[in-house]
């Protein structure tokens, strides 16, 4: 006879056996007869959550539900998942307990498991905690519609065929998913950057052990074709095809370069967020290996590449006519532009394609000078050299010089604090460390709809690292969320404040802040603090001040009298007339200021202010930009 414990265990791992292969809806119905459509995500002590089908997920007490609800969590909880001790590191065995209960009950579940015994465990000052909130990250990365969803591939879950030892791998190496989540952002196509890490993988596992940061590089770059004008247009897409090679193609060329000795720098001893400056390589293969044999400046020199081009100065011709700013020559390898000669856009081609070669990080600037356009580059001088980034800046172009460089992971300008952050290692320091332990519960709590917490927990990051940008950003959409507007200009002023050594950020904060003033019509206010971050970077960093005086001036042209918006220009035009840039001036100021002049049909006053302009801006004859104010001029009847 079989007995009733016998019964109900076969019932119990029927019921497993279900619910493991089908993560079905199902109705549950609390003890007053309501009901609601969701799937079971996992049962924690006294509490079941459960998930709907528009994503949201409940917490509900266990004893306010059905008999047979009860019973049905019950049995879905009877599968193994690990021992949770936040006070030591998770094992191997608990790691592996991890990925099989993910892969035979869904990786939601997991995620939603640990979650909850995360958030239950924060302010116990466990010591590992943070150890296990890595295992989490991975866990909800894995599942259908993560929790952070602004991670979410768009179709197969993150990791989808991926190998099991490639899922133990990422979970167990620390430092790689402290580089991961560090790196990977809302602007990556995370699928794809989960199709190239498992390529990678499987092409060659030893390596990629090896040489993980290397490989996350790649990943991260490689995920999307870089722009069709990048470096610089005046190389048509048939000399100069804007591809990056194959993934494992690349992979293989810097590991193997790095053995046979042809590399200036360890890539083993760099990050993957520095090494994404490595990898972003567009001459062809051959051509790098030309150049790991014929250009041998060392680290001390190496600024000496850009110079190794010489100048053509036959590219500008005896007139404005003749100026030809297109590659003429047959090809545009690097061997070719060594011997034939170049201008800016070719010389800072040539030294970034052939510091990529050598492993070296470098950046590729796009800029403008007084009178025209300028390119330069900048390089990484080893692992603790810091950043060289004015190499042929100054180049005849005077001291007026400023522009931007691509961030390759997202083909967006690379922003002046993340170099300064790499420069500083500040994401490597202790006091970051602590504060995005507390920053990152913050995020949990928000996400969970916990405001309150989040904004505590947020506070608290802060008065750890002030310059934790994860942190300002929950305080910030918390408050701005609540409606609460003097707080949240409080909290902009204070994160200007905490950023005053980035000039970048602390004008971002300024910006943002200036904009919520005129929304409430305090527009002399928001004057002010344009035009204090504008006085204080029109010397060092010009670039700034234009942006600053671009908000305001953009905003008179909507809302102000005719005679109001001549007299904003002019204010401009004399306050950095002869601080700023040019043509960065005539770019982001004048250009704008006379196109809407001559659309609200006042073409006099375009001609008058295009005289001062010029007058004020005094460029050289025949230079670009006198060409475009005596072309602009001239085009308007």
Known sequence: MIGPKVILAATAALLITLCASARE?????????????????????????????????????????????????????????????PHRSPSGEQIDALLRY?????????????????????????S?????????????????????????????????????????????????????????????????????????????????????????????????????????????????????????????????????????????????????FTVDILAPLEELKWAQQQVRQGLSRFDQVYYAVEYDDSRY??????????????????????????????????????????GLPTLYFLGTGNDAGHAWFGYLRGTSGGWNLDVGRYFMQGNYVTGHALDPQTWEPVRDHDIAYLEERFHNSRNYRDSLFHSDFAREFRIKGDSEKALSFARRALEIEARNRDAWTVVLEILEGRKDVAAHETALREAADAFSRYPDLEAYYIGELAESLISRNERDKAYEELRRISRKNRSDRPDIS?????????????????????????????????????????????????????????????RRMIRQTHRRLNPGEGTPLDRELTEIASRIR
């Not at 079941?48 to 059905?66: E, K, M, Q, Y």
């Not at 640990?114 to 239950?120: M, P």
């Open 25 to 85: 809806m199902r109705t549950w119905t609390a003890e007053d007869g309501r009901t609601i459509e969701a799937e079971f995500l996992s049962r924690d002590g006294d509490t079941v959550t459960i998930r709907r089908s528009d994503s949201r997920v409940f917490t509900l007490a266990i004893d306010r539900l059905s008999p047979e609800d009860r019973d049905y969590a019950r049995a879905r909880e009877a599968a193994s998942f690990p021992a949770f001790d």
């Open 102 to 126: 993910g892969a035979e009950e869904g990786w939601d579940s997991a995620a939603e498991r640990l979650r909850s015994k995360l958030l239950a465990a924060y302010g116990s000052r466990a």
């Open 128 to 276: 590992q905690l943070d150890e296990w909130y890595t295992l989490y990250r991975w866990l909800d990365l894995f599942q259908d519609q993560p929790f952070h969803r602004e991670l979410a591939t768009g179709s197969e879950p993150f990791g989808h065929g991926w190998p099991d030892s490639l899922r133990r791998f990422v979970l167990e190496n620390r430092d790689f998913s402290r580089e991961f989540f560090g790196l990977i952002s809302p602007g990556d196509r995370t699928g794809e950057v989960s199709r190239i890490l498992q390529q990678l993988y499987e092409n060659d596992a030893g390596n990629f052990r090896n040489y993980s940061s290397l490989a996350l590089a790649i990943a991260v770059v490689y995920d999307q074709e870089p722009p069709r004008r990048w470096p610089h247009r005046q190389v048509s897409q048939d000399l100069l095809p804007r591809r990056l090679p194959e993934p494992e193609e690349a992979f293989e060329f810097f590991v193997d370069s790095h053995r046979t000795g042809r590399l200036l720098i360890n890539p083993q001893r760099l990050r993957a967020e520095e090494l994404r």
């Open 317 to 358: 011709g005896r007139d404005v006519e003749t100026i030809q700013y297109h590659w003429e020559h047959e090809d545009y390898r690097l061997s070719t532009i060594r011997e034939k000669g170049g201008i800016c856009v070719d010389q800072a081609y040539f030294a970034t394609q052939a510091g990529k070669a050598r």
């Open 546 to 606: 234009l942006s600053m005086a671009a908000v305001f001036l953009e905003f008179s042209l909507t809302h102000d009298n005719g005679d109001e918006q001549l007299a904003i220009y002019r204010n401009l035009l004399s306050e950095l007339g002869n601080h700023a840039p040019g043509m960065g001036f005539y770019r982001e100021l004048g250009q704008p200021f006379f196109t809407h002049l001559v659309r609200s049909g006042r073409s006099d006053e375009a």
